[in-house]
T-cell receptor, first 112, second 113 residues
C-alpha cells in the first residue's frame, strides 16, 4: 500500500525549460511534505518543504505547489539546469504517523 | 562539521554472517534513523531513535537490531544475513521528527551473497 506515489519513474527536460515533478498521496492526515534530491552514490539532501496550511512555497528556482483536495503536490524547477539531474523523492508526514513516508522517486535528466 | 558519516561505504557479506553498520552525527540531533533503499523503491524505515537509550521499529525491522548509547552514534546490526538484505543503507538524523528535514549520510552499499 503505497501512501506516497510518484508515478513517473523518469523525466527528461531541456536545459532552461521548466521541470515539473509530481507526487500523489493517499492519507489525508499528512500535513507536511518535503522534497529531497539525490545524486548517485550520495545520500538524499533536503530541497524544499510545504505545510498543509499553505498551497505554495518558493525557494529560488524551486517551487512546490500543494493541492490538498486532490492530494497532489508538484515540484517546479525553473529554469532547469544540468546540475539538477538527480533523483527527486517526495515525502510526507503527519497525523498518526510520527515518521516520514517516502515515495519511490523520479529520475530527472536535464539535457544541455 | 562532518554531518552524518557512515562506515563502511561498501561491503560484501556471506549468507548467515553478521555485521554492524556504523553511523555517527555531529549535529547534536536527538532523532536518528536507518533506511534501506532497494532499486526503484523509496526509502523504507528500518529503525529510528528519539534519543540516547530509546529506539523503535520502523516499517521493515526484521533481521536488524539497533542500539543508541550516545547521542552521536546509532549502529545498525545485521544478524544472520540473507540475500534479501542486499540493499543500500542510509543513516539520517534530524532536529525533530515529522516536519523537520533529515540529514543523510552517504550510504552503505551492502551485498549479501
Amino acid at each position: 500500500d503505497q501512501q506516497v506515489k510518484q508515478n513517473s519513474p523518469s523525466l527528461s527536460v531541456q536545459e532552461g525549460r521548466i521541470s515539473i515533478l509530481n507526487c500523489d498521496y493517499t492519507n489525508s492526515m499528512f500535513d507536511y511534505f518535503l522534497w529531497y534530491k539525490k545524486y548517485p552514490a550520495e545520500g538524499p539532501t533536503f530541497l524544499i518543504s510545504i505545510s498543509s496550511i499553505k498551497d505554495k512555497n518558493e525557494d529560488g528556482r524551486f517551487t512546490v505547489f500543494l493541492n490538498k483536495s486532490a492530494k497532489h503536490l508538484s515540484l517546479h524547477i525553473v529554469p532547469s539546469q544540468p546540475g539538477d539531474s538527480a533523483v527527486y523523492f517526495c515525502a510526507a508526514s503527519g497525523g498518526s504517523y510520527d515518521k516520514v513516508i517516502f515515495g519511490p522517486g523520479t529520475s530527472l535528466s536535464v539535457i544541455p | 562539521n562532518a554531518g552524518v558519516t557512515q562506515t563502511p561505504k561498501f561491503h560484501i557479506l556471506k549468507i548467515g554472517q553478521s555485521m554492524t553498520l556504523q553511523c555517527t552525527q555531529d549535529m547534536n540531533h536527538n532523532y536518528m534513523y536507518w533506511y534501506r533503499q532497494d532499486p526503484g523503491m523509496g526509502l523504507k524505515l528500518i529503525y529510528y531513535s528519539v534519543g540516547a537509550g530509546i529506539t523503535d521499529k520502523g516499517e521493515v525491522p526484521n533481521g536488524y537490531n539497533v542500539s543508541r548509547s550516545t547521542t552521536e552514534d546509532f549502529p545498525l546490526r545485521l544478524e544472520l544475513a540473507a540475500p534479501s538484505q542486499t540493499s543500500v543503507y542510509f543513516c539520517a538524523s534530524s532536529y525533530s521528527r515529522q516536519g523537520y528535514e533529515q540529514y543523510f549520510g552517504p550510504g552503505t552499499r551492502l551485498t549479501v551473497t
